[in-house]
C-alpha cells in the first residue's frame, strides 16, 4: 500500500539502481532443483531466438516458454497455502512481450486526466507497450484517440503535449486534423492506386470517467463512428461492482487538478504493484512518518472482479494535534487497485493516482496526478508540505521496489509465500494468470 505525491519543484526525478552481474551469476553458479524449470525455459528461449530454420518454430517455443512460466502460479490454490509466482515473472523478456499482448491491450487502460485535454485543441501523447498514442479534443469539443503513427512511411506525429489546429507530421508534412482525416499529403501527385481518403490516422477507442482518460487498445475490427462510449458502459466494464463504490468515496467527485510528476524506477512494473498490494505490510518497516496518520488496526481488503479497494482509518484530528493541525490523510483513507496498473488513492481533501507503465521487464515509468478540494487549491502551504511528505514516502517505496527487483533475479530466489494480510496481491496475481493462460 502506498499513500504519496510528489515534489513540485522537479518536473522528472529518475530512480536509479545497479543491478549487479546477474548474467555472470547464472553462468557460475549452479542452480537449485527449485529453480530448474525457470532456467530450463530460458534457456529454450534463448536457444530458439537463435534457431535460423525456421520462425514458425521460434513462435510455438517462446509461447510454450511463456505458457510453462505461467502454470508455475495455481490461481486454485488459496492465499494461506499458494505459492507467490515465480521470479520469472519479473525478469523474463518473452513474458514481458506476451503479457503486453494479453493484459494491456485488451481492456481499458488509463493513460491521463480530463484536465490535459479541457479545451478544444489540447492535446497530449503517450506509449503503451508498442502502441504509440495521442488523445486531442477537437474543434467541435469531441474527445479522439489515435494511433500515433503517420500513414505514409511510419514517423511519429506528434510528441508532449499542447494544442494544434493539426497535425503535421516532421518527416514528410503530411497533415492530419483532429478528427483523423488526412487533409494534406505533399508529393502525391502521378501516384497510382492511391487511397489517400483511406490513409486518415487509425483510431483508437477513448473514453472518459471522472477525471480519467482511457484507452482500449484492440486487434478487433470497429468503426469508429460507430463506437459511442456511455459513462455507465465504461465503468461497468472497467470497474465492475466496485463502481458505486468508488462514487461514495468520492473518487469521481470535482476536485481540482494541482500537478504531475513521473518518475523512472528500475524494477517490473508488477514489482510497484505488490507493492501498493501488501495491505500495508511494509508501512510499519519502511514509512515511519506515514505511520502516525494510519491506524492500520483498522485495515482492511474488499475484492472485486478487478478492482481491489483497501481501506484505513487515518489519524484524523489526534494526528493533527500532534502535528501542528496539519493532517492530510484525515479520518479515512481508501486505497483502490484497479487491474492491471492503476492506483487511486482518496484520502482528507486529496485524490492521487498512480499510473504504471512498463517500459520492459526491468523498468517502469511511474505517473502521478494530484487533486485537491477546490476549498484547498489556494493554499500554497498546505499543497507544498503535503506534497514533501509524499515525495518522502515515493523515494522510500522507490528503495524498496528496486530492492526487491534485484532480489528477484539472484539465483538464491524463486518463490515466496502470502502473508494473510496479502489478498490483494493474490487477487492481482490470479487476475494474471487468467490473461496470461493461453
Known amino acids: 500500500m502506498m499513500t504519496m505525491l510528489a515534489t513540485i519543484t ?13 548474467l555472470n551469476l547464472h553462468l557460475k553458479f549452479s542452480v537449485s532443483v527449485s529453480q530448474s524449470a525457470r532456467r530450463r525455459c530460458l534457456d529454450q528461449s534463448l536457444f530458439c531466438t537463435r534457431d535460423p530454420i525456421s520462425s514458425s518454430s521460434r513462435v510455438v517455443a517462446a509461447a510454450s516458454n511463456t505458457s510453462n512460466l505461467v502454470e508455475e502460479f495455481d490461481p486454485e490454490i488459496p492465499v494461506e497455502r499458494a505459492l507467490t509466482p515465480p521470479s520469472s515473472w519479473y525478469t523474463d523478456h518473452q513474458f514481458h512481450h506476451d503479457e503486453l499482448d494479453r493484459v494491456f491491450y485488451g481492456g481499458w487502460q488509463v493513460v491521463g486526466c480530463s484536465n490535459q485535454i479541457k479545451d478544444n485543441r489540447d492535446f497530449f501523447t503517450g506509449r503503451l507497450g508498442e502502441v504509440e498514442f495521442v488523445v486531442c479534443r477537437d474543434d467541435d469539443g469531441t474527445i479522439n484517440a489515435f494511433h500515433n503513427v503517420c500513414s505514409h512511411h511510419a514517423s511519429i506525429l506528434a510528441s508532449g503535449s499542447g494544442r494544434k489546429s493539426c497535425f503535421v507530421c516532421p518527416y514528410h ?22 487511397a489517400l481518403n483511406e490513409m486518415g490516422l487509425k483510431p483508437l477507442r477513448v473514453a472518459v470517467w471522472g477525471p480519467f482518460v482511457l484507452l482500449k487498445v484492440t486487434q478487433a475490427t470497429w468503426k469508429k463512428e460507430e463506437d459511442v462510449e456511455s459513462d455507465g458502459l465504461v465503468a461497468s466494464e472497467w470497474l465492475g461492482s466496485s463502481a458505486g463504490r468508488l462514487s461514495e468515496g468520492g473518487v469521481d467527485s470535482h476536485l481540482s487538478f494541482i500537478c504531475r510528476r513521473e518518475y523512472t524506477i528500475d524494477c517490473n512494473w508488477k514489482v510497484f504493484c505488490d507493492n501498493y498490494l501488501d495491505g500495508g505490510y511494509h508501512v510499519p518497516y519502511a514509512h515511519k512518518g506515514l505511520m502516525s496518520g494510519l491506524d492500520l488496526e483498522t485495515y482492511s481488503t474488499t475484492l472485486f472482479e478487478r478492482v481491489s479497494i483497501q481501506e484505513c482509518g487515518g489519524g484524523g484530528s489526534k494526528a493533527g494535534e500532534e502535528d501542528g493541525g496539519f493532517d ?39 505517473v502521478f496526478d494530484y487533486f485537491l478540494d477546490p476549498s484547498l487549491k489556494d493554499d500554497e502551504a498546505f499543497i507544498r508540505r503535503s506534497l514533501e511528505e509524499s515525495e518522502r514516502v515515493q523515494m522510500e517505496d522507490a528503495v524498496l521496489c528496486e530492492n526487491v527487483q534485484r532480489g528477484l533475479e539472484s539465483p538464491a530466489y524463486d518463490k515466496g509465500r502470502y502473508a494473510l494480510v496479502e489478498k490483494a496481491m493474490h487477487h492481482f496475481h490470479c487476475l494474471l494468470h487468467r490473461n496470461l493462460k493461453i
Open 10 to 22: 522537479p518536473q522528472s526525478s529518475t530512480l536509479k539502481s545497479t543491478t549487479t552481474g546477474y
Open 328 to 366: 492530510r490523510l484525515g479520518s479515512q483513507a481508501l486505497y483502490a487497485f484497479v487491474y492491471p496498473n492503476f492506483m487511486i488513492n482518496r484520502y482528507g481533501p486529496w485524490v492521487d493516482t498512480n499510473l504504471v507503465i512498463p517500459l520492459g521487464p526491468r523498468k517502469c515509468k511511474v
Open 173 to 194: 508534412g503530411w497533415t492530419y486534423s483532429l478528427n483523423g482525416s488526412l487533409v494534406k499529403a505533399t508529393r502525391t501527385t502521378g501516384i497510382e492506386n492511391s
